[in-house]
T-cell receptor, first 113, second 111 residues
Framework: AQRVTQPEKLLSVFKGAPVELKCNYSYSGSPELFWYVQYSRQRLQLLLRHISRESIKGFTADLNKGETSFHLKKPFAQEEDSAMYYCALSGPNSGGSNYKLTFGKGTLLTVNP | EAQVTQNPRYLITVTGKKLTVTCSQNMNHEYMSWYRQDPGLGLRQIYYSMNVEVTDKGDVPEGYKVSRKEKRNFPLILESPSPNQTSLYFC??????????FGQGTRLTVV
């Protein structure tokens, strides 16, 4: 069965400090990995998709198939980065649908001034 | 503007009173799904639909129904709501080559 694990429920850093949100996954095959962000009282929106290899709002994430990880990183955190972050996975073995997203439980990031 | 629209945004209802939460997308996506979001549990899929008239259960389907009569619409039906269905609900749509787009969410309280 596929699974996404985000080991930290809460993460608090100071403005300007580096931040890393961890994501590990369990999947048989080649998954597609995503990071979604949810700002307070707003809808989820895509932050990163591993196949695009882009840097969005200063965030990057590298898929490490050996360690089955997709950690999200930013060298200098900003107060506006405070939000809930979800790691998600989809792929051909996604419970009958290639499109299904399996989410981790999320990490609430707080960036303090 | 590409979007997924849910209604209502907030709903308070009583146990056993049938309700429907609507979801509509304007991107011609084949795939639509419903999730519930609960503190400490993240997002869990309720039902999904691969296309018109094709629906299937997700991870937590008990107590919910869906229909997909048109490609753009995917309503979530609670025939007899119970307090354990108090939650924040999100509809999402995607195509094979896109990320998932989410609605604004519906906060449901069942008393």
């Amino acid at each position: 069965a596929q699974r996404v694990t985000q080991p930290e429920k809460l993460l608090s850093v100071f403005k300007g400090a580096p931040v890393e949100l961890k994501c590990n996954y369990s999947y048989s095959g080649s998954p597609e990995l995503f990071w979604y962000v949810q700002y307070s009282r707003q809808r989820l929106q895509l932050l990163l998709r591993h196949i695009s290899r882009e840097s969005i709002k200063g965030f990057t994430a590298d898929l490490n198939k050996g360690e089955t990880s997709f950690h999200l990183k930013k060298p200098f955190a900003q107060e506006e980065d405070s939000a809930m972050y979800y790691c998600a996975l989809s792929g051909p073995n996604s419970g009958g649908s290639n499109y299904k997203l399996t989410f981790g439980k999320g990490t609430l990031l707080t960036v303090n001034p | 503007e590409a979007q997924v629209t849910q209604n209502p945004r907030y709903l308070i209802t009583v146990t056993g009173k049938k309700l429907t939460v609507t979801c509509s997308q304007n991107m011609n996506h084949e795939y639509m799904s419903w999730y519930r979001q609960d503190p400490g549990l993240g997002l869990r899929q309720i039902y999904y639909s691969m296309n018109v008239e094709v629906t299937d259960k997700g991870d937590v389907p008990e107590g919910y129904k869906v229909s997909r009569k048109e490609k753009r619409n995917f309503p979530l039906i609670l025939e007899s709501p119970s307090p354990n269905q108090t939650s924040l609900y999100f509809c999402a749509s995607r195509s094979w080559d896109t990320e998932a787009f989410f609605g604004q969410g519906t906060r449901l309280t069942v008393v």
